[in-house]
């Protein structure tokens, strides 16, 4: 018997090889950690302030989450930051946090 590698045989292996890379490239870049939730509250908790100070500066206050998006200052509805908005001198004040937030050890 000669063992012949027919295309087909050829290409399974490129995908299950090209999967199997992907796949370690995933985990390594951190995808599954808390690193990544950590760098998307960031990220989210980042874009939420930028539309805050947009607001005040054009409305003279800071506003909620819903006033944001309806004023097209803020594109997305956050999945892990909150708004407190407490009125003020100036714009007022704003508490922007996550409860899903656990700030580094050490």
């Not at 500066?57 to 004023?71: D, F, P, Q, V, W």
């Amino acid at each position: 018997m000669s063992a012949k590698l027919s295309f087909g045989h050829l290409v399974g292996a490129l995908l299950a090889l090209s999967f199997i890379v992907g796949f370690a490239v995933y985990v390594l870049s951190g995808a599954t950690t808390d690193k990544g939730t950590t760098r998307a509250i960031g990220s989210e908790s980042a874009a939420i302030m930028k539309a805050e100070k947009a607001s005040c500066s054009e409305y003279g206050k800071y506003a909620s989450i819903s006033t944001l998006r309806n004023e097209g200052l803020l594109a997305f509805e956050p999945a892990y930051n909150s708004v407190v908005y407490l009125p003020g001198t100036g714009c007022g004040t704003i508490v922007v946090g996550s409860p899903a937030y656990q700030p580094p050890a050490g």
